[in-house]
Structure formats: structure tokens, C-alpha cells
């Protein structure tokens, strides 16, 4: 455990202790932590965001890396980069069994959590590709960097109580890989309209891009059709 966690009281430890899974990590983001909306940019480190209760992407993104450098992980963070028609996300990046997942917090449901079954950190940041659109439907995504090893910024990522730009400034000089290679954007379709529809327009008044996901034990769901 990096001795940056000594900057952490009792209950903060605590929290980090039971997140001892990617999963369990996801969970946390969605569930107990509500989306940064500040009007002014903020990046909070892990410590401040168990202090603020909130996190936007590269936040949740950075307390991701966090608690898997807690429980003996890679604390990895990749960069995926939009044309100039949209916002830059930011994912955390975990290996299970040889195989590439993600953790990420975002508004969009499609651009946070991956399983582990991807071959390779390229692969796994392709697969955001679909699901990464902005407000007109256009896919934007055309960027993804290398995996930056969390653990070799300055310590005080992990526990500042001053915003870390120094992470994004980072993650933005890193080698960065085209999405697209030659295939021209004009050829590219807009985002499926019943998937853009039910992110952006959702089921109860609020977009879904706006609600807080639920754990599925609080849900009443329909008997399944198929």
C-alpha cells in the first residue's frame, strides 16, 4: 500500500478496504457518489472526492486507480481524446486473467464500466468508440493514449486538497493512437437515434445522461419477454 494512503482518516481507509474489485469500484462511483457538475473545472484527487462525495471522469477515473493501487493493482489511467465537437474522457484500466477492463465514471451509461474481456488497452479504448457521441449524434471519439501508470506522478494525486491538473496535463503528453486510421469521417453514421433518444431523453422526465443509476435489488423490473 503507497504511503500516500496515510493521508487518509479511519473511514476513508475503510471505504478503500471493502472496494477490493473492479466491480465492487464501479458500484461505489454509480451507487454513493454523485456526478461533479461544478461550472468551474475542478480535479479533485481520490482523497477529495471521498471528501466532496462527488466526481466527474477524471476524477472517478483517478479514485478508480486509487483503490486498485489500495489493494496491490496497476493504478492506470487512459486517456481517450474527442474531435473538437466534444469533452475528452478519461477511463481507468484493470487486467483480470490477461484480459483488459474498464472502471470509469460518466454521465453517458455506454462510457463507463467495461468487462474483462478485451485483448489488449487498444481494443478495450476501441470500444467506446460506438457509444462515445455528442448532442447532434455524431461519433466523436478519434484518440486513445497509452496506459499511464498512475503511481509514477507526484504523490500528491493520490491525496491534494488542491485540484492535481498536473494528472491531465499528463494524460494529454502521452502518445495518443488515431481511433479512426484512414477511414474517412464524412463516411461515418450517426449514432443509433433509439440509443441517443433514450440517453439523452430517458424514461422519467430526466435524461439518463442526468440520474444516478441504481442498484438492480432497489428496482422493480418487468418479466423479460424473451
Not at 480535479?43 to 462525495?53: A, K, W
Not at 474481456?117 to 455528442?134: G, I, P, Q, R, T
Not at 440517453?199 to 418479466?223: D, H, N
Request: charged residues 25%; glycine residues 8%; positive net charge.
Amino acid at each position: 500500500m503507497s504511503g500516500g494512503f496515510s493521508k487518509f482518516s479511519k473511514e476513508q481507509l475503510a471505504i478503500l478496504r471493502r472496494l477490493d474489485t473492479p466491480r465492487k469500484v464501479q458500484n461505489f462511483l454509480d451507487y454513493e457518489i454523485a456526478y461533479n457538475d461544478e461550472k468551474t473545472d475542478t480535479c479533485f484527487s481520490p482523497l477529495g472526492v471521498l471528501r466532496h462525495g462527488k466526481a466527474h471522469c477524471v476524477e472517478g477515473a483517478m479514485f478508480a486507480a486509487a483503490a486498485f493501487l489500495f489493494h496491490g493493482r496497476p493504478a492506470l489511467l487512459l486517456d481517450l481524446r474527442a474531435n473538437g465537437r466534444d469533452d475528452d474522457h478519461v477511463i481507468a484500466p484493470f487486467l483480470e486473467n490477461g484480459r483488459w477492463g474498464a472502471v470509469a465514471q460518466s454521465h453517458f451509461c455506454g462510457l463507463r464500466y467495461r468487462e474483462p474481456v478485451y485483448a489488449s488497452s487498444a481494443e478495450l479504448a476501441k470500444s467506446y468508440f460506438e457509444f462515445y457521441y455528442n448532442n447532434r449524434g455524431e461519433k466523436t471519439l478519434r484518440e486513445f493514449s497509452v496506459p499511464l501508470e498512475a503511481s509514477k506522478l507526484k504523490p500528491e494525486w493520490l491525496y491534494s486538497g488542491k485540484n492535481v491538473f498536473f494528472v491531465n496535463r499528463k494524460l494529454d503528453a502521452i502518445k495518443h493512437y488515431k481511433v479512426l486510421g484512414g477511414y474517412p469521417e464524412k463516411n461515418l453514421r450517426k449514432a443509433d437515434s433509439l440509443l441517443f433518444e433514450a440517453e439523452i431523453l430517458g424514461g422519467a422526465k430526466m435524461s439518463l445522461c442526468r440520474r444516478s443509476a441504481r442498484p438492480y435489488a432497489s428496482m422493480v423490473l418487468p418479466r423479460k419477454l424473451f
